[in-house]
């Protein structure tokens, strides 16, 4: 049983490694069955330092410095077994595998600052998830259609008269069921608006004299801001009467239609 | 507290979820960026709300160009794709490094029934065509010139000569015919003008629709105009009849502009 003698005793707590050719040479018989090379300096270190405790450990109980590292290296066994116990402790492809893990965690790491920072993403993110907590869902009596991946709502809004005009707004809404579209608007703006009268224009030049309409077009009054999932829009209406609905439909001629009715009220 | 000391396995397994959680947090952060064809479909359906598209072409293309301090490439992917209800859209995403943008420097294209567009010196025009065994495409360019005053916002619209391009079309599966209309002798726009004799529909779209503004006296450059061009498509059957026209548009800026 080894004594402590009252002094404190800890691994690589020990005086200066020693120049020991004997334990040099163990060493390397040990190191020469691990296959996996980068474990070696590490491997080393480790013995040594066995080597250096026993030693010292014997120096305490009176050996003298010679004897000490004989036995110190006697105890240590065969360095052929010791070494083959080393290498499946030390397998190349859990050792491998293992640095290949190291420098992938390092590289996403890299990847996230940089994204983070040079990409300036996160003010984008802090927006969008802001919206999508802000987000007012809409009215119950508000129509909408049920899509593969998103929902569409559209209600009535406020009809006023303005510049000999009617003004009217479509209040807009559109949840999607995942965020794999987040930062994209929905494509309102390919909707075809519809009244009694035929279609509505967008609000832009046209084709047939590049002036831009004067009344009976549509434009985006308001978007947004869109969340992760989240978006609502208003749309602004100038009309020649007030309006008792508007049909939207989508795409061009419609696969499907929301109809959104202001009634006689308007 | 103990510090818990794992084995080389656990390392690795500790190693993998951190990867894992990394990865989701850098996806997450480009905005769940497609890298397959797949993937920007599902994005497509999402954005433009239209379910189960299929592809109709998928085309890459890859761009390199210098920035002054590096060397990047951008691999732009054109992307023509359908609903089972006959909706055709047209769009394209870039991808630079790990970063994916949709509709990037060219707006897309939405048509039910059929879809006119065109890129990189082909037009593509999708639809129906399982019974068309063959197709010609007529595009009619006329000579458009805008004066614009600045200070009224007025315009005055100038059109001269008219020209037909007639091309034959090439099947590209049961949707899909491709017309290349950029000549063999082709001469690159922006280089000097090309003379009228020599100009092909690319030259064409882009030479022959000029916008001035005529109340700047400092300004004496002019640009190059939107139009819609009108597309003549002609189907042909097995045994060489008619079956069918279509009388479709396709921008100047869809004919000529390269990214």
Redesign the interface.
Same mark, same amino acid.
């Given at each position: 049983m080894k004594k402590n003698f009252g002094i404190f005793k800890g691994k690589n707590k020990t005086s200066a490694p020693r120049e020991n050719q004997a334990w040099r040479n163990w060493c390397e018989a040990v190191l020469a069955q691990v296959r996996f090379q980068p474990d070696h300096p590490a491997i080393r270190q480790e013995l040594m330092a066995h080597l250096e405790d026993s030693c010292a450990d014997l120096e305490r109980l009176g050996y003298d410095r010679d004897l000490a590292e004989q036995r110190a290296l006697g105890a240590m066994g065969s360095a052929s077994l010791v070494g083959s116990a080393m290498d499946r402790a &030390?397998h190349p492809l =859990? /050792?491998w595998? =293992?640095q290949a893990?190291?420098i992938?965690?390092l590289a996403? %790491?890299a +990847? %996230?600052v940089v994204? %983070?920072f040079v990409?300036e993403?996160?003010p984008e993110?802090v927006r969008q998830t802001v919206s999508e907590l802000q987000w007012e869902a809409p009215p119950e009596a508000a129509e909408r259609v049920e899509?593969? &991946?998103?929902t569409?709502y559209a209600a009535p809004g406020e009809v006023w008269k303005e510049d000999g005009h009617v003004k009217a707004e479509i209040l807009l809404w559109?949840r999607?069921r995942? #965020?794999? +579209? +987040? /930062?994209?608007w #929905? #494509?309102t703006s =390919?909707f075809t608006y519809r009244d009694s009268q035929g279609e509505l224009s967008a609000y832009r030049r046209q +084709?047939e004299d590049?002036a831009m309409p004067e009344s009976r077009y549509w434009e985006c009054k308001w978007a947004g801001p869109g969340g992760w999932t989240r978006f609502r829009e208003t749309l602004e209406l100038t009309l020649d009467a007030p309006p008792e609905w508007v049909e939207i439909s989508? #795409? %061009?001629?419609g696969?499907w239609t929301l109809r959104v009715d202001w009634g006689s009220e308007a | 507290m103990r510090r818990i000391r794992l084995n080389r396995k656990q390392k690795i397994v500790r190693n993998l979820l951190v990867c894992i959680v990394l990865g989701l947090v850098v996806y997450t952060m480009l905005g769940f960026p497609p890298y397959t064809v797949q993937g920007m479909l599902e994005r497509m359906e999402r954005k433009y709300l239209l379910p189960d598209l299929e592809p109709i072409l998928a085309d890459r293309v890859e761009r390199k160009y210098s920035t002054g301090w590096f060397h990047e490439i951008d691999y732009d992917t054109y992307l023509l794709a359908k609903t089972a209800d006959d909706t055709y859209i047209f769009t394209m995403y870039r991808r630079n490094f790990l970063r994916v943008r949709a509709d990037y420097g060219r707006n897309p294209k939405i048509g039910r029934g059929t879809l006119c567009t065109a890129w990189d010196g082909t037009l593509y025009v999708a639809g129906p065509f399982r019974d068309a065994a063959a197709a010609t495409a007529q595009v009619t360019a006329q000579r458009t010139t805008q004066y614009i005053t600045s200070a009224t916002g007025a315009r005055e619209t100038v059109k001269g000569e008219t020209r037909t391009f007639t091309f034959q079309g090439e099947k590209q599966g049961d949707d899909l015919f491709a017309f290349r209309y950029r000549a063999e002798d082709h001469r690159p726009n922006g280089f000097g003008e090309v003379p009228d004799e020599e100009c092909d529909l690319e030259n064409a779209a882009y030479q022959w629709y000029r916008g001035y503004i005529v109340d700047l006296e400092e300004w004496r450059g002019y640009s190059v105009l939107h139009a819609d061009l009108p597309v003549h498509v002609t189907l042909y059957g097995e045994d060489g009849a008619v079956l069918d026209t279509l009388d479709l548009t396709v921008d100047t800026y869809e004919l000529h502009f390269h990214h």
């Open positions: &030390h =859990w /050792g595998l =293992w893990t190291r992938l965690v996403l %790491a +990847a %996230a994204t %983070a990409v993403v996160m993110m899509l593969k &991946h998103a569409v559109v999607q995942d #965020p794999l +579209a +987040a /930062g994209s #929905p #494509p =390919w +084709a590049d989508y #795409p %061009a001629d696969e | -």
